[in-house]
T-cell receptor, first 113, second 111 residues
C-alpha cells in the first residue's frame, strides 16, 4: 500500500517531442504528489507538485495530470529539449504525518537533438 | 551558499572500515533525512530526524547510525562497511512533510 509504481523505466524522444511518465499509487491517504528531476552527479530537485484537489498543474513546459479516481498521475514535458535529459522521480506523501515521502522507481529520459 | 551540503562527495574505503558522512543545512528546516540511492537509481529513505529526534528508522542494518548534534546537522556513521553498502547517499531537509531539498550526494565505494 505504500508503493508508488512508475513507468516507463526509460524513455527516448526526439527534441520537441512530449515524453509522458506515469505513476500509480494505492494509499488514498496520500495528499501530496511531487516530481523530482535528477541530473547525473546531482541530488534530486523538486520540479513540480500537485495536490489531489486539482486535476492538472502547469509550470512552464512541465504539466502534471492527476486522476484521483484511478489513483494515477503523470508528468508531461512539452517541447522537450536535450537539457531535459535526466532521471525523473514521482513521489507521494501524507503531509499530515511525519512526512514520509515514497518515491517511484525513476524514469531515465533522453531527449535526442 | 549551498542549502544542504554533505561531505565528502566521494568516499572509497575497504571492507570492514568505519566511515562517517556529514550533512549540514542552512535553511532553518526542522527535519533532516538520509536516503540511499542504489545502482538502479532507486531512492530509499533510511532515517529522518525532526528537531534532533529520530522519527523514521527504516529497516537499516544496525551498522548504520545517524547522529544529529543540532537541527542543522545530521551525520551518518557506518561501521564495518560491506560491499553491498556501495551506493550514493543523499542527505535532505524539509520544512514540512512532502517537499525535500537534497544535498549533492556522497558516492560511497567499498572495495
Amino acid at each position: 500500500q505504500q508503493q508508488v509504481k512508475q513507468s516507463p523505466q526509460s524513455l527516448i524522444v526526439q527534441k520537441g517531442g512530449i515524453p509522458i511518465i506515469n505513476c500509480a499509487y494505492e494509499n488514498t491517504a496520500f495528499d501530496y504528489f511531487p516530481w523530482y528531476q535528477q541530473f547525473p552527479g546531482k541530488g534530486p530537485a523538486l520540479l513540480i507538485a500537485i495536490r489531489p484537489d486539482v486535476s492538472e498543474k502547469k509550470e512552464g513546459r512541465f504539466t502534471i495530470s492527476f486522476n484521483k479516481s484511478a489513483k494515477q498521475f503523470s508528468l508531461h514535458i512539452m517541447d522537450s529539449q536535450p537539457g531535459d535529459s535526466a532521471t525523473y522521480f514521482c513521489a507521494a506523501s501524507m503531509t499530515s504525518n511525519t512526512g514520509k515521502l515514497i518515491f517511484g522507481q525513476g524514469t531515465t529520459l533522453q531527449v535526442k537533438p | 551558499d549551498t542549502a544542504v551540503s554533505q561531505t565528502p562527495k566521494y568516499l572509497v574505503t575497504q571492507m570492514g572500515n568505519d566511515k562517517s558522512i556529514k550533512c549540514e543545512q542552512n535553511l532553518g528546516h526542522d527535519t533532516m533525512y538520509w536516503y540511499k540511492q542504489d545502482s538502479k537509481k532507486f531512492l530509499k529513505i533510511m532515517f529522518s530526524y525532526n528537531n534532533k529526534e529520530l522519527i523514521i528508522n527504516e529497516t537499516v542494518p544496525n551498522r548504520f547510525s545517524p547522529k544529529s548534534p543540532d537541527k542543522a546537522h545530521l551525520n551518518l556513521h557506518i561501521n564495518s562497511l560491506e560491499l553491498g553498502d556501495s551506493a550514493v547517499y543523499f542527505c535532505a531537509s524539509s520544512l514540512w512533510g512532502g517537499m525535500r531539498i537534497f544535498g549533492q550526494g556522497t558516492r560511497l565505494t567499498v572495495v
